[in-house]
């Protein structure tokens, strides 16, 4: 039975991924900072274990107890809105340590065993808010432009063992609670000068009418680890596609 190991699953689109691949018949290892299994499907083949990727010693910890992993999903992130000037580099780099440094600790992690067996697969939950510039979310794009910049490069270095990494860039996700999870984290101050151009900003944001699923993601996910021939990047959910391929990339 393959086994796949997934971060950030304590909700949203972890525990949509978590679902999809033990209904695939996969064993599944869910990790969260705080282990719980509250909405997480009942599996003899789902094993909850603790990680927060910013620890190295927890890092070890989950992976000295996991045994072989198949496929890895780097989804643990945190998201950030607000302009430059509301942000304190403080929380900027405790994103990036999540979002970038994370990613980069967990696929180093697990590429030895991967390499030496010549097989598996790291799939990297990006944003499509990389496809265009867009206001209050200067670092948080930064941080998933990093993500994308580093995988794209990653997988030529893995690709030589039988590795492959791919990019997921799901869009706008209201139905999870990744916004909310992201304000109680970061904050929101804005500052007063800025207030009026981000709650307009805001607005366009919540009158928009095409939205990601935790559904789509999930789908996208299981195409980049069960499909060889996936495309380096898989956008999710039908704003991620019209603005993937409005800016020129190719339908997936």
């Not at 919540?206 to 495309?231: E, F, G, I």
Request: aromatic fraction near 6%; proline fraction near 6%; glycine fraction near 8%.
């Amino acid at each position: 039975m393959p086994r796949i190991l997934i971060t950030g699953c304590s909700s949203g689109f972890g525990q949509a991924i978590a679902a999809r691949f033990l209904d695939e018949g996969w064993e599944v290892i869910a990790t969260m900072r705080s282990p719980s299994t509250e909405g997480l499907p009942p599996s003899d083949h789902l094993r909850i274990v603790p990680l927060d990727v910013t620890k190295p010693e927890s890092i070890e910890a989950a992976l000295s107890e996991t045994g072989q992993i198949d496929a890895l999903v780097n989804n643990a992130g945190v998201g950030m809105l607000n302009v430059l000037e509301g942000a304190e580099i403080d929380k900027a780099r405790e994103l990036f340590e999540i979002n970038v440094l994370g990613t980069m600790a967990m696929s180093r992690a697990v590429m030895p065993g991967m390499r030496r067996r010549r097989s598996g697969v790291i799939v990297n939950i990006s944003s499509s808010v990389t496809l265009r510039p867009l206001p209050a979310l200067s670092i948080y794009s930064a941080s998933k432009a990093a993500v994308n910049a580093f995988t794209e490069s990653f997988a030529l270095e893995a690709a030589d063992f039988g590795v492959r990494a791919r990019l997921v860039l799901p869009g706008s996700a209201p139905e999870t609670s990744f916004g909310r999870n992201a304000v109680a984290r970061m904050g929101m101050d804005v500052p007063e000068a800025y207030g009026a151009f981000v709650q307009t900003y805001l607005q366009t944001l919540r009158h928009s009418t095409d939205k990601t699923s935790a559904l789509d993601v999930s789908n996208a996910v299981w195409r980049a680890v069960t499909d060889v021939y996936a495309p380096m990047i898989l956008p999710a959910g039908p704003d991620a596609h019209a603005l993937f391929q409005k800016t020129g990339g190719a339908a997936a």
